[in-house]
């Protein structure tokens, strides 16, 4: 998992200790950059082997992304999110299916967008001391100076004005629990399609198998589309194996 901050606050002068147990989460590369009068950081973990370094500067768009997009075609799937900004605009999210926290400030609009992901799976933290700042670790915000630091909600997408500090939530996803459908059929192809999603990536699969059912549906699943999976499994005798 790879780590950010993002501050429109002064970072001059300030120790680098407040990326001291954030690098923990990117050991593999640190990224500082200064643009428009904002401050970006990324520490990257590269478990795809791409070396995707951020931030990544492209004309008026600064990206910070961690996390994994499942239904991009792109050998990187950092590389698709600025794309799908450029013909989407700020609701592409919506066309996003993953885990992330995600940072795009737009210097042309003089904008910062703000997503996570329906689940929360990756932390983002954020403050309103001194402008706006978003970070994968509260003690990154706290090491800047923020005090009064939240957590970002799950399907979250904050819009900023860098011009006019005008700030505004909104929910990019809301689930429904209306129940359209009877025939369990529709449930496992649901299943399926999300099992697969998530191997479609070049890396070889690994499955940390459990005693639980949902780690065994999931090797069901990669049998029964002969997907080639490493499965590791720990017994500790607190449970019972037979």
């Known amino acids: 998992m790879c780590s950010f901050l993002f501050t429109t606050r002064s970072v001059v002068g300030i120790s680098e200790d407040w990326n001291r147990l954030a690098k923990r989460r990117g050991p593999d590369h640190t990224k500082f950059l200064s643009h428009g009068g904002c401050f970006f950081a990324h520490n990257l973990l590269d478990i795809s082997g791409f070396n995707r370094i951020q ?19 792109y050998g990187c799937d950092t590389d698709s999110l600025i794309p799908l900004y450029l013909k ?16 795009l400030a737009d ?28 970070a994968s670790y509260y003690s990154s915000l706290e090491g800047i100076g923020c ?35 009877c025939d369990y059929k529709e449930s496992f192809q649901a299943l399926e399609k999300a099992v697969l999603d998530r191997v479609k990536h070049p890396s070889p699969v690994f499955l940390g198998l459990s005693s639980g059912y949902d780690s065994g549906v999931i090797l069901q699943v990669l049998l029964k589309f002969n997907i080639e999976f490493k499965a590791v499994t720990f017994r500790t005798g607190s449970e019972d194996y037979n």
Do not use: M, W
Not at 57 to 64: A, C, N
Not at 90 to 95: A, E, G, L, R, S
């Open 88 to 103: 989407h605009g700020p609701d592409f999210i919506k066309q996003v299916e993953g885990e992330y926290a995600i940072v």
């Open 55 to 73: 931030p990544l500067l492209e004309g008026d768009l600064v990206l910070l992304y961690n996390g994994e997009i499942y239904n991009q075609n």
């Open 107 to 134: 210097f042309k609009k003089k904008e910062v967008f703000v997503y996570t992901d329906c689940f929360n799976t990756r932390p983002l933290f954020y403050s309103l001391e001194g402008g706006f700042s978003a």
């Open 147 to 181: 005090e009064d630091i939240k957590e970002v909600g799950p399907s979250s997408y904050i819009r900023y004005s860098i011009s006019s500090g005008n700030l505004s939530f909104e929910n990019h996803f809301e689930f429904s629990l209306e129940e359209t459908s």
